[in-house]
């Protein structure tokens, strides 16, 4: 069973910056992709930045340029560093982590971290 660790979460306020970290209970090279997701309130969860294991980034269009996603395999670690944070930003964020197999695929997800943006 796969672990993943999320920490770095917190309260800013509007144009702070957060970094949030994902740390796994083993190599995330052993993953094809290591994604960022988060929930607000009352909605559903959306994806925010993804990283392969070739080290290809993608972000939805509402952080790019703000956010940035990358990895330390050596330290089985994903990271999300957040910049300009907004209060639309506030939400729980989650480390998910994408095994795929064939034609199905393995995801972990850790338990999730707070983030909070206000004035």
């Known amino acids: 069973q796969v672990q993943l660790v999320e920490s770095g979460g917190g309260s800013v306020q509007p144009g702070g910056s957060l970094r949030l970290s994902c740390t796994a209970s083993?190599?995330?090279?052993?993953?094809?992709?290591m994604v960022w997701g988060r929930q607000a309130p009352g909605k559903q969860r959306e994806l925010v930045a993804t990283?392969?294991?070739?080290?290809?980034?993608g972000y939805a269009d509402s952080v790019k340029g703000r956010f940035t996603i990358s990895r330390d395999d050596a330290k089985n670690t994903v990271s999300l560093q957040m910049d300009n944070l907004r209060p639309e930003d506030t939400a729980v964020y989650y480390c998910?982590?994408?095994?795929?197999?064939?034609?199905?695929?393995?995801?972990?997800w850790g338990q999730g971290t707070q983030v909070t943006v206000s004035s």
């Open positions: 998910n982590a994408i095994r795929v197999i064939g034609s199905r695929s393995d995801d972990y």
């Open positions: 083993r190599n995330i090279f052993f993953f094809d992709r």
């Open positions: 990283i392969t294991s070739s080290g290809y980034t």
